[in-house]
């Protein structure tokens, strides 16, 4: 499967971004999903997953509240609305479908086999 995502960009603190990870090849409903984010010199953080269904997501606590993960099967594509941005959300964005035995996802990137390329996210002050 090849992941592309999309609607990184340029906000000030408070605002708003949807970021869009557009699945090709295998159907995305075929995989759990996760959004990971990564400034440069830091290891990548969790940021939110969801299940192949979308009956079930995890956000990381840094983002509850702010941030919500949903997808549409039927357009291939997982969704990270983020809403009241901080600086500290400054980040290149990258999602990724998990392994097929991490059917609900995880916070933890070995668990995905497929990852695309980030999207940049720089929240101003």
């Known amino acids: 499967v090849q992941l592309q995502a999309s609607g990184g960009g340029l906000v000030q603190a408070g605002g708003s971004l949807r970021l869009s990870c557009a699945a090709s090849g295998r159907t995305s409903s075929t995989y759990a999903m996760g959004w990971f984010r990564q400034v440069p010199g830091k290891e990548r953080e969790f940021v939110a997953a969801i299940s192949k269904s979308g009956g079930s997501v995890g956000l990381a606590d840094s983002v509850k509240g702010r941030f919500t993960i949903s997808r549409d099967n039927a357009k291939n594509t997982v969704y990270l609305q983020m809403n009241s941005l901080k600086p500290e959300d400054t980040a290149v964005y990258s999602c990724?479908?998990?392994?097929?035995?991490?059917?609900?996802?995880?916070?933890?990137?070995?668990?995905?086999?497929?990852w695309g390329q980030g999207t940049l996210v720089t929240v101003s002050s």
């Open positions: 990724a479908a998990a392994g097929v035995y991490y059917s609900s996802g995880s916070s933890s990137p070995i668990a995905y086999d497929y």
